[in-house]
């Protein structure tokens, strides 16, 4: 039976941030770890332990010192490999995609990212098979104190804009005076500020709930057959 697996990773400085160099990084992380170790859940930081302790609760370990006892949990249990800024799980590939909903969802929960891959058929116009090929997956998902400051740019751009043109027209306006019953020149800063403070909230909501979705990126290796 074929096996499926998900890597959870806490990206920090020294994670590289181009996709194409994950693979290799995720592998030296496990590696790396002492065989002894790759069971201890002491050795994870802080997130990547609550989230495996979440996750033994729907899928317990088949392997180490958490493996479970239970014959009846047998058949959803998982392997677990532990590093301190990686999880891995190898799960059965009729397991994958209700484990991988369940991990996306513990993912955003705790800022982490998930990464796994997908082997592909390459075809020609005839569908005939002409090699084959390898597509690398990420999903980040920050957490929501990251994700509020990744989503303050464009509200800053845009309050900075409309107070801009806000006081250029005011100044235009003593250059030029405007007849009376024109009423660009009667709104009060104080009335700019309240409309800016309420859409910059609403760009601020709007960019949280985006990046609180994940942000995938894809990279596929190709082998053509000669």
Not at 30 to 56: A, F, G
Request: net charge negative; proline share 5%.
């Amino acid at each position: 039976m074929s096996s499926f697996q998900i890597y959870i990773i806490k990206l920090d400085s020294n994670s590289p941030r181009d996709i194409k160099e994950l693979s290799e990084w995720v592998s030296n992380q496990i590696e790396s770890t002492p065989v002894e170790c790759q069971d201890d859940r002491s050795i994870l930081c802080t997130p990547l332990r609550d989230c495996y302790e979440q996750l033994l609760e729907r899928y317990p370990a088949l392997n180490g010192r958490d493996a479970t006892d239970d014959d009846e949990l047998i058949d959803k249990a998982f392997d677990y490999y532990l590093s301190r800024n990686v999880i891995m799980i190898d799960c059965t590939y009729s397991q994958h995609i209700p484990a991988f909903e369940y991990v996306q969802g513990i993912a955003k929960k705790y800022g982490l990212c998930i990464y796994h891959t997908q082997s592909i058929k390459l075809l020609d116009d005839n569908n005939t098979p002409i090699g084959y090929g390898t597509r690398h997956y990420t999903t980040d998902y920050p957490t929501l104190w990251k994700a509020i400051i990744l989503s303050l740019k464009t509200p800053i751009i845009v309050s900075i804009i409309i107070f801009a043109v806000y006081y250029i027209i005011k100044y235009l306006c003593t250059l030029n005076p405007l007849p009376d019953y024109l009423p660009s020149i009667h709104i009060s800063p104080t009335t700019i500020a309240v409309i800016t403070f309420i859409y910059a909230a609403f760009l601020i909501v709007i960019g949280v709930r985006n990046a609180r979705r994940g942000r995938r990126k894809m990279y596929e290796e190709t082998n053509i057959d000669n």
